[in-house]
């Protein structure tokens, strides 16, 4: 059974003081700037866009769109303008911040231990920085970004850390593993309490050593009482669960995003290409989720407004590829009806009052049930298709 560890970045694998590489981060970057805008109006523009980015729901965007949109506007230079200029920043200006943060030998120790026992990781660093920024952070820290499964980055994730809808984007976004999981990080408002939202099990790092249980969420310690721990732990014990309102919303919230993840930069074949004949391609797989979700799902929560205790049907899905021709729809447009399917879909859910999800039901396969049931077969339906689609793509 491997275990998947997420491990946050900052001041968890890297010694950054966040209040002190911030503002040296800030300023900069206006320096730099300087010559093309005032550094009072770029700062302004980049805090608001932060903000935004902080703040965002909408798993159509990707965080680097939300910035954009908000900065480039205040600071009246077109983006394709200032492009160069900041390439140039991230390449040439931002590795002289190193200085500012420092190395923490036990943190090549642990990951280099937990390569060694097979386990998958992902660094799971809150995506407010673009990924040469990161990257750069992870090799002052020791690593080269290439060893991991994942870095998340702004040019490619729609969530930030204070979202429950990261972490499910990050487990998607390497194919919902099933098996244990486990969030390594030192914030407790970013890295463990949305975490165990999710249904995550959690590891909150302090500078203290001994480890020791937290009352509201995981257990803590240093990196050096982490491997203890995790060789004194049955890994089964960190199998997540996804049956709480706060995982749902995180879950169905992420699964649009992860499907737009994976199909930026795609081209048109591998909308269509089949890993065997008996496949789905990209393209069926998504038309699938975006019929699934318009005749099935909507059907589903509705029956429930109308119902005292519904009948819960449920048709056969399976030969809608064949009898509809998915294959030759055209999967960009798809994807984007199942975007509108989704929101639609997330719209509903918040009107139900918390007490009604636990109203009874009757479905047409599970036998007697409850709302809160029914919205997790939806959840579970996601990841066996984000599996699905995520091991498509690495067969191509």
């Known amino acids: 059974m491997t275990l998947t560890l997420l491990l946050d970045l900052d001041d968890t694998l890297l010694n950054t003081n966040l209040e002190a590489f911030i503002p040296g981060y800030f300023?900069?970057?206006a320096k730099d700037l300087a010559p093309r805008v005032a550094p009072e109006k770029m700062l302004r523009a980049l805090i608001s866009g932060t903000r935004k980015m902080s703040e965002n729901e909408d798993f159509s965007r990707t965080l680097e769109e939300v910035f954009s949109a908000e900065f480039y506007p205040q600071i009246n230079i077109p983006r394709a303008e200032l492009e160069p200029t900041l390439e140039n920043f991230y390449d040439h200006v931002f590795p002289t911040l190193s200085g500012l943060t420092s190395q923490k030998p036990e943190a090549k120790v642990f990951v280099d231990w937990a390569f060694a026992q097979g386990f998958c990781i992902a660094i799971a660093t809150d995506p407010l920085f673009p990924y040469k920024a990161t990257h750069h952070r992870l090799r002052w820290a020791g690593f080269e970004p290439e060893q991991f499964e994942i870095v998340s980055s702004f040019e490619h994730f729609h969530f930030t850390k204070s979202h429950p809808a990261y972490y499910a984007e990050v487990l998607g976004r390497i194919g919902w593993a099933e098996g244990p999981v486990l969030m390594v990080g030192n914030d407790m408002d970013r890295d463990i309490l949305p975490a165990e939202k999710l249904g995550l099990r959690t590891f909150h790092i302090v500078d203290e050593s001994a480890v020791r249980s937290e009352p509201d969420a995981g257990v803590r310690?240093?990196?050096?009482?982490?491997?203890?721990?995790?060789?004194?732990t049955d890994p089964a014990s960190l199998t997540p669960s996804f049956k709480s309102i706060d995982s749902l919303f995180g879950i169905l919230s992420a699964t649009p995003a992860v499907l737009n993840g994976f199909s930026y930069g795609l081209d048109s074949s591998a909308w269509i290409d089949k890993p065997a004949p008996d496949d789905w391609s990209l393209t069926e797989l998504i038309c699938h989720l975006r019929d699934t979700e318009r005749e099935i799902h909507h059907m589903q929560i509705k029956l429930f407004s109308e119902q005292s205790e519904p009948f819960i049907p449920r048709p056969d899905t399976s030969v809608w590829a064949s009898q509809r021709d998915y294959l030759h729809e055209d999967g960009k447009s798809a994807l984007r009806e199942y975007n509108d399917?989704?929101?639609?879909?997330?719209?509903?859910?918040?009107?139900i009052a918390k007490d009604d999800w636990s109203r009874k039901a009757r479905h047409a396969i599970f036998g007697p049930t409850n709302f809160l049931e029914v919205v997790s077969f939806i959840a579970d339906h996601d990841r066996m298709h984000i599996q699905q689609a995520w091991s498509t793509l690495k067969k191509m």
């Not at 310690?221 to 004194?232: A, I, Q, T």
């Not at 399917?341 to 009107?351: F, G, M, V, Y």
């Open 27 to 29: 300023q900069a970057l």
């Open 221 to 232: 310690g240093n990196l050096v009482d982490l491997r203890l721990w995790l060789e004194s």
């Open 341 to 351: 399917a989704r929101r639609e879909t997330l719209e509903l859910l918040k009107n």
